[in-house]
């Protein structure tokens, strides 16, 4: 229910920008027959967005142009004279694209773009199950090197169980398990990143993250009770929690990762991934949704990455309007985790002072 009300949301203000944008009066008919459908139609989210696609296209700005630094020609750039995505140069990326948080996937993307040296370096994957949202992409970005992939919503839906939250159930979510499945082989290592943040500093800089023998790099942070991630349940049969003998599991968080594909792939961890989320229906041992099952495999096995790159919890707790600081120390990286979204707040008129932060690479609206 909640979705719906976030989506029609989103739909109103389509509508709205329908209204008062003048070179959108031409669409045809056909179109605005489909749309006043839509209004009747929201008890159905599966079709929704596909039917609203063709209006996403309209509701984002281009994008400036972004050029390579003289100093990124240099270096390994095609010494193996690869081309495409297997350039061995290149920093890879990868995001989801959902309707409900595509203008922040929007913003994360335009924000690593402009705090980059070599922009044309990066190479953006994003996952997408919905709908295709290529076209987008592409005319809000016109240079970008990217590919999407479609995330088939069916894989995970039969893992999923009920949680208390629902947005944290969204399929989608579930796709940082499957990137080393779904990219290409050649990419080794790629930086799974939120929708729901900003990167104001150089992404290269964590891409040549040291991971040592980890698969996984994030901020971990040793101090949170790591006990409350788990049901009494979980803690008391030794056969479950003894997974954590011999580790020292600190909480992380998912949001921001850099992942050895290699590493990864090798090991199969998607498919233990899985096999906890199976646990997880039939015996309940968290409440949350997609992080429980990343931290019952990697913590304690995580190798840890400055708290600079993941300022994390910025959209707040539970209790509506609730703004929260900066963890003290530099901020690489701003991310609105918790129930406030930064541009919702901001449509709403009541932002959060940090949601200032996130506004300037806001891309959603209509050239003037
Ligand atoms: C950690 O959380 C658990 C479960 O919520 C609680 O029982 C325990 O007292 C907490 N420990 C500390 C040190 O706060």
Same mark, same amino acid.
């Given at each position: 229910?909640?979705?719906?009300?976030?989506?029609?949301g989103?739909?109103?203000?389509?509508?709205?920008? !329908?209204?008062?944008?003048?070179?959108?009066q031409s669409?045809?008919?056909?179109?605005?027959?489909?749309?006043?459908?839509?209004?009747g139609?929201?008890?159905?989210?599966?079709?929704?967005?596909?039917?609203?696609?063709?209006?996403?296209?309209?509701?984002f700005?281009?994008a400036s142009?972004?050029?390579n630094?003289?100093e990124?020609?240099?270096?390994?750039?095609k010494?193996?004279?690869k081309? +495409?995505?297997?350039?061995?140069? @290149?920093?890879?990326?990868?995001i989801?694209?959902?309707v409900?948080?595509?203008?922040?996937?929007?913003?994360?993307?335009?924000?690593?773009?402009?705090h980059?040296?070599?922009?044309e370096?990066?190479?953006?994957?994003?996952?997408? *199950?919905e709908?295709?949202?290529?076209?987008?992409v592409?005319?809000t970005?016109?240079?970008?090197?990217?590919?999407?992939?479609f995330?088939?919503?069916?894989?995970?839906r039969n893992?999923?169980?009920?949680?208390?939250?629902?947005?944290?159930e969204?399929?989608l979510n579930?796709?940082?398990?499957? @990137?080393?499945?779904?990219?290409?082989?050649?990419?080794?290592?790629? !930086?799974?990143?939120d929708?729901?943040?900003?990167?104001v500093d150089d992404?290269?800089?964590?891409?040549?993250?040291?991971l040592? *023998?980890r698969?996984?790099?994030?901020?971990?942070y040793?101090?949170a009770?790591?006990?409350?991630?788990?049901?009494? =349940?979980f803690?008391?049969d030794?056969?479950l *929690?003894?997974?954590f003998? =011999?580790r020292?599991p600190?909480?992380?968080?998912?949001?921001?990762?850099?992942i050895?594909?290699v590493?990864?792939?090798?090991?199969?961890?998607?498919?233990r991934i899985?096999?906890?989320?199976e646990?997880?229906?039939?015996?309940?041992?968290?409440?949350?949704?997609?992080?429980?099952?990343?931290?019952?495999?990697?913590?304690g096995?995580?190798?840890?990455?400055?708290?600079?790159?993941?300022?994390? +919890?910025?959209? +707040?707790?539970?209790?509506? =309007?609730?703004?929260?600081? @900066?963890?003290?120390?530099?901020?690489s990286?701003?991310?609105w985790s918790?129930?406030?979204?930064?541009?919702?707040?901001?449509d709403?008129?009541?932002p959060?002072?940090?949601?200032?932060?996130?506004?300037p690479?806001d891309?959603f609206g209509?050239?003037?």
């Amino acid at each position: 229910m909640l979705w719906i009300m976030r989506f029609s949301g989103f739909f109103s203000a389509a509508m709205v920008m !329908i209204v008062l944008s003048p070179s959108l009066q031409s669409f045809p008919p056909a179109e605005a027959i489909r749309s006043s459908h839509l209004d009747g139609n929201l008890r159905s989210p599966v079709q929704t967005p596909v039917a609203d696609h063709s209006r996403d296209r309209f509701s984002f700005r281009k994008a400036s142009a972004f050029r390579n630094a003289e100093e990124c020609s240099f270096g390994e750039r095609k010494i193996l004279g690869k081309t +495409g995505v297997c350039d061995p140069s @290149l920093v890879h990326v990868a995001i989801t694209l959902d309707v409900e948080y595509l203008r922040g996937s929007i913003a994360a993307v335009h924000s690593i773009l402009q705090h980059s040296l070599c922009p044309e370096s990066i190479f953006f994957h994003f996952l997408v *199950s919905e709908t295709n949202l290529e076209t987008l992409v592409r005319s809000t970005f016109p240079q970008l090197k990217f590919k999407v992939y479609f995330f088939n919503p069916e894989i995970v839906r039969n893992l999923i169980s009920t949680s208390v939250r629902q947005a944290l159930e969204q399929p989608l979510n579930y796709a940082r398990n499957y @990137l080393a499945d779904l990219l290409e082989s050649c990419v080794r290592r790629v !930086i799974y990143l939120d929708s729901d943040l900003v990167v104001v500093d150089d992404i290269s800089k964590l891409w040549t993250t040291r991971l040592e *023998s980890r698969t996984i790099g994030a901020p971990e942070y040793c101090h949170a009770n790591f006990t409350k991630y788990f049901t009494a =349940g979980f803690w008391s049969d030794r056969g479950l *929690s003894g997974t954590f003998a =011999g580790r020292k599991p600190c909480y992380f968080n998912t949001g921001v990762m850099v992942i050895d594909l290699v590493r990864w792939r090798r090991y199969g961890y998607t498919k233990r991934i899985e096999r906890w989320m199976e646990i997880q229906k039939s015996d309940r041992i968290y409440e949350l949704g997609s992080l429980p099952p990343f931290l019952l495999v990697f913590a304690g096995h995580v190798a840890p990455i400055e708290h600079r790159w993941n300022q994390h +919890g910025l959209g +707040g707790d539970n209790v509506r =309007g609730s703004c929260r600081d @900066l963890h003290p120390g530099p901020v690489s990286l701003l991310h609105w985790s918790g129930s406030g979204k930064p541009w919702l707040r901001l449509d709403s008129k009541q932002p959060c002072p940090l949601d200032a932060l996130w506004a300037p690479y806001d891309l959603f609206g209509h050239p003037h």
